[in-house]
């Protein structure tokens, strides 16, 4: 099962210092494990009002001391992390979306 996870506009300007980093690899933190979610999928992101691309999941971890983002520094609290591989993005035509807290399991039709 697919996933979308939303970029909150005050995160806006970190997430592009990540995309611009040229790091291997991304990582969101979620509250709570994903339990519909396998290595593989693709999680879709939605950014300023609609999905604009997806990358696949490489792994999932727990932190319980939380991490810091080795590009902003940012220190992120305990959770788990979806931990994404930046080199497989894709971009797709943007589908229009609302926003949401969290994240939503979601199955796309055309398995790219």
Known sequence: ??????????????????????????????????????????????????IIGFARLLNIEEKPNGMQCSTTGKIWPPGWYLIIDAYSWTDIQPIPCRGFQGF??????DES
């Not at 939503?104 to 039709?109: G, L, T």
Request: proline content about 7%; overall charge neutral.
């Open 104 to 109: 939503k399991y979601f199955k796309a039709s």
């Open 1 to 50: 099962m697919d996933i979308i996870v939303t970029t909150p506009k005050k995160d806006l300007e970190n997430a592009q210092a990540e995309t611009d980093s040229g790091e291997p690899y991304w990582f969101r933190r979620l509250p709570h494990k994903p339990v519909h979610l396998n290595i593989g999928d693709r999680v879709f992101y939605l950014s300023d009002g609609c």
